[in-house]
């Protein structure tokens, strides 16, 4: 399984853009990259997925390099509800296997 | 259309004891997933079930053991209870054995303290 590293915490201020980048060298040709956020005493909940290049939705773009042994999950003008922790996964796409998460990036927005 | 839930939501236990947990899936979905999930850190795998078989493991002692019922509802259920068991147990719902995995919607999850 490939073993993913961002930063373990960041801060930043409302309205303004945040990326987060995850390393992942270890990525194999069937896996997917996929972010999940996590309030407290919430389950985690999936926010954007990509294999390569650009990838954007109505909550957060996602940028693959072509080497695919990175990424950068970017969130729009943050806001306070955005302070929450976010897991950057490498998943093969396949049913039935399991997500591995790290420790996460506990993401802080003040006003 | 209701998400996952999970009862109990909070639970208190003494070492030793047995606990059962019980997880409903989304509307739709039929495999259901489990995870613990320690203070600080990141979600666990412990087990999936899809058709009322366990499907995948991870690095959980026998103690932790599951069941799917016919209409996808699951239980974990972990026996003699450690201390180190205490942590937040997260159900996580899917569709169908081959959609991608990525698609899995998480409960509230199930606060354990072992006492």
């Known amino acids: 399984l490939a073993k993913t590293t961002q930063p373990i915490s960041m801060d930043s201020y409302e309205g303004q853009e945040?990326?987060?980048?995850?390393?992942?060298?270890?990525?194999?040709?069937?896996?997917?990259?996929?972010?999940?956020?996590?309030?407290?005493?919430?389950?985690?909940?999936?926010?954007?997925?990509?294999?390569?290049?650009?990838?954007?939705?109505e909550v957060a773009s996602l940028f693959i390099p072509a080497d695919r042994k990175s990424s950068t999950l970017s969130l729009p003008r943050v806001s306070l509800s955005d302070?929450?922790?976010?897991?950057?996964?490498?998943?093969?796409?396949n049913a039935g296997n399991m997500l591995t998460f790290g420790g996460g990036t506990r993401l802080m927005v003040k006003p | 259309?209701?998400?996952?839930?999970?009862?109990?939501?909070?639970?208190?236990?003494?070492?030793?004891?047995?606990?059962?947990?019980?997880?409903?899936?989304?509307?739709?979905?039929?495999?259901?997933?489990?995870?613990?999930?320690?203070?600080?850190?990141?979600?666990q795998f412990i087990f999936q079930y899809y058709e009322e078989e366990e499907r995948q493991r991870g690095n959980f002692p026998d103690r932790f053991s599951g069941h799917q019922f016919p209409n996808y509802s699951s239980e974990l259920n972990v026996n003699a209870l450690?201390?180190?068991?205490?942590?937040?147990?997260?159900?996580?719902?899917?569709?169908?054995?081959?959609?991608?995995?990525?698609?899995?919607?998480?409960?509230?999850?199930?606060?354990?303290?072992?006492?």
């Open chain 2, 1 to 43: 259309d209701a998400g996952v839930t999970q009862s109990p939501t909070h639970l208190i236990k003494t070492r030793g004891q047995q606990v059962t947990l019980r997880c409903s899936p989304k509307s739709g979905h039929d495999t259901v997933s489990w995870y613990q999930q320690a203070l600080g850190q990141g979600p």
């Open chain 1, 83 to 93: 302070t929450a922790v976010y897991y950057c996964l490498v998943v093969m796409n």
């Open chain 1, 18 to 57: 945040v990326n987060i980048t995850c390393s992942h060298n270890n990525i194999a040709t069937n896996d997917y990259i996929t972010w999940y956020q996590q309030f407290p005493s919430q389950g985690p909940r999936f926010i954007i997925q990509g294999y390569k290049t650009k990838v954007t939705n």
């Open chain 2, 82 to 115: 450690l201390l180190g068991d205490s942590a937040l147990y997260l159900c996580a719902s899917s569709s169908g054995w081959d959609s991608p995995t990525y698609e899995q919607y998480f409960g509230p999850g199930t606060r354990l303290t072992v006492t």
